[in-house]
């Protein structure tokens, strides 16, 4: 069946530091979205990216879409400990546009 | 302000027994979702709505049940069918298809 994979599964940086996170998925995608969780909290949805080879930013965190619509990235720059929880992306199940189906996610632990 | 509630926020149950976890959103929104998250873990689809009094099973819809009576509300049964019932539950609305999840802050589940 359709999956979604994300790298790292974990990953440990000295605050200040770069962190970037990959998905990739076994299907073409009509769009990507990703989420952040914080530890005990809930998904926050952070951006949808359409467009083949699509770039985004959002303040330290930048956002990208593969050419061929199966695989996204979230880079941060310079990290802060506020940047500390899981990071999924999710894409839309088959030919669905509604129902999502999301990444194994990247726990991102940021040591002041 | 708008959003999603669910409760309880913590429930505990007796091998056996029938629960059922509460989700309310005054959002307006047409699309409502259950995805269980295990520790560590992604979000995994168990039934999801895009209409009143409609509802789709999603990928573990086994030893659930759901209804939708009314726009705002859409709550998940969890039966003694379900094997493995402990897990965190989150609830989602969507404004339109494809875009983004606004999600509830979960039901943390544990069978004792």
């Known amino acids: 069946g359709q999956q979604v994979m994300q790298i790292p599964q974990y990953q440990h940086v000295q605050e200040g530091e770069d962190f970037t996170t990959y998905c990739n998925s076994s299907?073409?995608?009509?769009?990507i979205q990703w989420y952040k969780q914080r530890p005990g909290g809930h998904p926050v949805f952070l951006i949808q990216?359409?467009?083949?080879?699509e770039v985004k930013k959002q303040k330290r965190l930048t956002f990208q879409f593969g050419e061929a619509k199966k695989n996204s990235s979230l880079h941060i720059t310079a990290t802060q400990t506020t940047d500390v929880g899981t990071y999924f992306c999710?894409?839309?199940?088959?030919?669905?546009?509604?129902?999502?189906?999301f990444g194994t996610g990247t726990l991102l632990a940021v040591q002041p | 302000d708008g959003g999603i509630t669910q409760s309880p926020k913590y429930l505990f149950r007796k091998e056996g027994q029938n629960v059922t976890l509460s989700c309310e959103q005054n959002?307006?929104?047409?699309?409502m979702y259950w995805y269980r998250q295990d520790p560590g873990q992604g979000l995994r689809l168990i039934y999801y709505?895009?209409?009143?009094?409609?509802?789709q099973k999603g990928d573990i819809a086994e030893g659930y049940s759901v209804s939708r009576e009314k726009k705002e509300s859409f709550p998940l049964t969890v039966t003694s069918a379900q094997k493995n019932p402990t897990a965190f539950y989150l609830c989602?609305?969507?404004?339109?298809?494809?875009?983004?999840?606004?999600f509830g802050s979960g039901t943390r589940l544990t069978v004792v």
């Open positions: 999710a894409g839309p199940y088959g030919g669905a546009t509604n129902k999502l189906i």
């Open positions: 299907t073409t995608l009509s769009n």
């Open positions: 990216l359409v467009k083949s080879g």
């Open positions: 959002l307006n929104h047409d699309a």
């Open positions: 709505s895009q209409i009143v009094n409609d509802f």
């Open positions: 989602a609305s969507q404004v339109t298809n494809g875009y983004g999840y606004t």
